[in-house]
């Protein structure tokens, strides 16, 4: 029982493919989590718990706790889903920070149409591990394929620079019918801003 509720337990095993920062004397690790249910209780706050689906790559920070490990950054997901990735490509990521911003943006590019849905968040997440570097990285997607892509690059970009790319995807996004809804009153809602001063990078 947690925050005055039963809680269903669940327990994953995963292999670790390769560590970023830090020692882990395992190539195995097995996870002990709960289901908090579809939303937070004032009683239990908690950011989005995992769920691990068989053969999939994820992103975890972890830190010693006694003899266990537990999640080191918890306003972050528990896990952050990474793209495929063949064993070959995986020996030339660095074990840096660096290599950390790397897989999260490989991620939106092998997988535009899943992961891509949320391209802000793996943007900020890369910036929160290597800071202003993330941004020449995700001036990249700006001429991505995908038009949800391509728009949250120049959403994303629009709070750190206001160039004529940035400006020119959020007015043809906001006028693009095959865009979906949100994004388009998204783009109209930060022209506006823009266009007022709101929220714009000094």
């Known amino acids: 029982m947690i925050g005055g509720a039963d809680r269903d337990e669940f327990i994953a095993e995963a292999d670790v493919g390769q560590v970023f920062k830090g020692n882990l004397s ?8 709960f289901n908090f249910g579809a939303y937070p209780t004032p009683e239990f706050i908690t950011p989005p718990i995992a769920s691990f689906d068989v053969g ?24 952050i889903p990474l793209g495929p990735k063949l064993s070959s490509e995986a020996a030339s990521v660095p074990p840096s920070l660096a290599g950390i911003a790397e897989e999260l943006f490989d991620s939106i590019k092998s997988q535009p149409k899943t992961l891509g849905r949320t391209a802000t968040h793996y943007f900020s997440w890369a910036k929160e591990v290597v800071g202003k570097n993330a941004v020449p990285a995700v001036e990249y997607f700006l001429v991505s394929d995908d038009d949800l892509v391509r728009y949250q690059a120049a959403w994303w970009l629009s709070f750190r620079e206001i160039t004529s790319p940035v400006i020119n995807i959020l007015l043809d996004t906001s006028n693009n019918s095959s865009v979906e809804t949100w994004a388009r009153s998204e783009s109209e809602r930060r022209l506006e801003d823009i266009h007022k001063g709101n929220w714009v990078p000094k």
């Open 56 to 79: 999939s790559r994820y992103i975890i920070f972890l830190r010693s706790r006694e003899t266990n490990l537990e999640v080191a950054v918890p306003v972050w997901q528990m896990v």
């Open 26 to 33: 395992s190539h195995a690790v097995r996870f002990r989590y």
